[in-house]
T-cell receptor, first 110, second 113 residues
Framework: EDQVTQSPEALRLQEGESSSLNCSYT??????LFWYRQDPGKGPEFLFT???AGEEKEKERLKATLTKKESFLHITAPKPEDSATYLC???????????FGSGTKLNVKP | SAVISQKPSRDICQRGTSLTIQCQVD?????MFWYRQQPGQSLTLIAT?????????ESGFVIDKFPISRPNLTFSTLTVSNMSPEDSSIYLC??????????FGPGTRLTVT
């Protein structure tokens, strides 16, 4: 069965304290792995798509990487405005359906 | 990307009534999806809205409870029927683009009393 597991559930960082979020997945034939940011009361905002192992994408303080079993979202020198829930999702080749993880709630303290 | 709007943004409804949520996209898209996000939870796919044919529902969701319309390539509606407090959630529509990415609307926050 296709599954996505995110860890940790919650993460508290001091401003400037770098860290990583993990997304482990099992899927029959990965078409893509997607990272989203969700602020309270809003819809998920698209961040990155990763298609194959070894691929990396960067956007400001965020960097996403992909292996055959997991993806990491690295946050370098975070700021309070990076506080949000980060969701990952996977899509298999045979389906258009996204399987979402439960998310990591990030809180960055000034 | 795509710009997606939803109406209403929030509503408080009485038990036993129905609510129709609208989703409008600023460009023609083939794939539209409806999700539910219960408080503190992640997203659960309700159904895929197909233009010109019936929606495809995920396990645990039925057409009688969540009828969906997709009259054209820029619009879809989701109705939550015969509501109970357990239906209190955020309902989100999304669109799938050719690059397989999905973009989400702002959501409709539904409270059933």
């Amino acid at each position: 069965e296709d599954q996505v597991t995110q860890s940790p559930e919650a993460l508290r960082l001091q401003e400037g304290e770098s860290s990583s979020l993990n997304c482990s997945y099992t899927v029959s034939g990965l078409r893509g792995l997607f990272w989203y940011r969700q602020d309270p009361g809003k819809g998920p905002e698209f961040l990155f798509t990763l298609y194959s192992a070894g691929e990396e994408k960067e956007k400001e303080r965020l960097k996403a990487t992909l292996t055959k079993k997991e993806s990491f979202l690295h946050i370098t020198a975070p700021k309070p405005e990076d506080s949000a829930t980060y969701l990952c999702a996977v899509q298999a080749y045979n389906f258009n359906k996204f399987y979402f993880g439960s998310g990591t709630k990030l809180n960055v303290k000034p | 990307s795509a710009v997606i709007s939803q109406k209403p943004s929030r509503d408080i409804c009485q038990r036993g009534t129905s609510l129709t949520i609208q989703c409008q996209v600023d460009s023609q898209v083939t794939m539209m999806f409806w999700y539910r996000q219960q408080p503190g939870q992640s997203l659960t796919l309700i159904a895929t809205a197909n233009q010109g044919s019936e929606a495809t529902y995920e396990s645990g969701f039925v057409i009688d409870k969540f009828p969906i319309s997709r009259p054209n390539l820029t619009f879809s509606t989701l109705t939550v029927s015969n509501m109970s407090p357990e239906d209190s959630s955020i309902y989100l529509c999304s669109v799938g683009l050719t690059s397989y990415e999905q973009y989400f609307g702002p959501g409709t926050r539904l409270t059933v009393t």
